[in-house]
C-alpha cells in the first residue's frame, strides 16, 4: 500500500502548536511507514498567502527535527494544472453571494450550508465574476478514515473556481495529492468534512482515493481551537510527545525516538 504523506500548510501566518503537533503526526504516520513524507505550500490566496510565513514555517518543520522528500511545492505555481483538471469536469457558473444562499437555503446565520442549486439552470446572470460550481448530482460518497471509521455523505455543488479567479482549496487539494503520488493524508480534524468533495473529484478526474486520518486539534485553554493569529503560545516537542501519549512527563524527546515508539495501525489519540 502507499502510504506516502505530506503536510500542507497555508502561509497565511506562523505555525501554532496545534500545527505543528498536526505536522509531526504526519511525519511520523509517513515515516513509520516507511514511506515518503512531501512538504506542500498552499499558497492560492494571493491575498493571505505570505513568502515570509513560508519560510518561518519551513524554519519551525525544520526546528522541530522533520524532513520531507523532494522540492517544496507550491500551489500557487499550479494554476495550469488546476485549470487543466477544472477543465474535465461537469460545471455550472455560479453568481450567488453568501447572503443569497444562505437565504435561499432558508439557514440560520454562521455555518456552511449545502448549494440550493440557485445557478445550475441559468444562463446568463448580473454582469458580475461568477465561481465556477461542480454539478456534483447529489452523488453520494464514501470513504473509510482510521481514526474516524467509516463516513457517508452527499456532496452538494460546490466551488471548484472561486470568482476572484483563485482555485479552490478542494480543486487544489485533490490535484495536487494525486500527482504527488499520495497515499495517506493526515491532517486537522476539522477538515473531515471536506473530504467528501475531494473523493467525489477523485473519482471524476480518475485519481485513486488515499487513506485518511483526520486528527485531533490542539484546543486552547478556552476551548476554542487555536487559530494562526494566536501564534506559538510556546509549547514544546516534549509536551506534543506527552499530549500524544509518545513520552513521560518530562522525558527529552527526539523525533526518531517518537518514530521507534509510534505504531500507525494501533495509535489513537
Ligand atoms: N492548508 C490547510 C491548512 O493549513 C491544510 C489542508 C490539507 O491538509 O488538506 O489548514
Redesign the pocket.
Known amino acids: 500500500m502507499n502510504a506516502d504523506g505530506?503536510?500542507?500548510?497555508?502561509p497565511?501566518g506562523p505555525l501554532h502548536v496545534g500545527?505543528l503537533r498536526?505536522a509531526l503526526l504526519a511525519w511520523l504516520f509517513a515515516r513509520s511507514q516507511g514511506a515518503k513524507f512531501r512538504l506542500?505550500i498552499?499558497d492560492l490566496d494571493p491575498q493571505r498567502s505570505r513568502l515570509e510565513h513560508e519560510a518561518g514555517q519551513l524554519a519551525d518543520l525544520r526546528a522541530l527535527g522533520l524532513d520531507w522528500d523532494g522540492p517544496v511545492v507550491r500551489q500557487s505555481e499550479r494554476r495550469e494544472r488546476h485549470r487543466q483538471a477544472l477543465e474535465q469536469l461537469p460545471t455550472y457558473p455560479c453568481w450567488c453571494t453568501r447572503a443569497e444562499i444562505r437565504e435561499a437555503a432558508r439557514a440560520p446565520h454562521g455555518g456552511e450550508v449545502p448549494y440550493p442549486g440557485t445557478c445550475r439552470r441559468r444562463k446568463d446572470g448580473p454582469g458580475r465574476p461568477a465561481a465556477i460550481r461542480l454539478d456534483a448530482q447529489r452523488a453520494s460518497v464514501r470513504f473509510t478514515d482510521r481514526l474516524h471509521g467509516h463516513k457517508e455523505a452527499t456532496v452538494d455543488d460546490f466551488v471548484l473556481w472561486r470568482k476572484d479567479d483563485v482555485p479552490s482549496?478542494n480543486l487544489a487539494?485533490t490535484v495536487d495529492?494525486a500527482d504527488t503520488g499520495i497515499g495517506e493524508?493526515?491532517?486537522?480534524e476539522?477538515?473531515l468534512q471536506?473530504t467528501p468533495r475531494?473523493v467525489l473529484l477523485q473519482r471524476l478526474l480518475g485519481f485513486e482515493t488515499p487513506s485518511y486520518a483526520h486528527v485531533p486539534l490542539v484546543l486552547g485553554a478556552d476551548g476554542r481551537r487555536l487559530a494562526k493569529r494566536d501564534g506559538d503560545p510556546g509549547a514544546s516537542p516534549q509536551w506534543m510527545a506527552e499530549s500524544l501519549g509518545l513520552a513521560e512527563p518530562g522525558e527529552s524527546v527526539t523525533p526518531e525516538l517518537l518514530l521507534s515508539r509510534f505504531d500507525p495501525l494501533g495509535w489513537r489519540p
Request: no cysteine.
Open positions: 505530506r503536510y500542507a500548510p497555508s497565511s500545527n498536526t506542500r498552499e482549496y487539494v495529492d493524508v493526515v491532517r486537522g476539522d477538515l471536506t475531494q
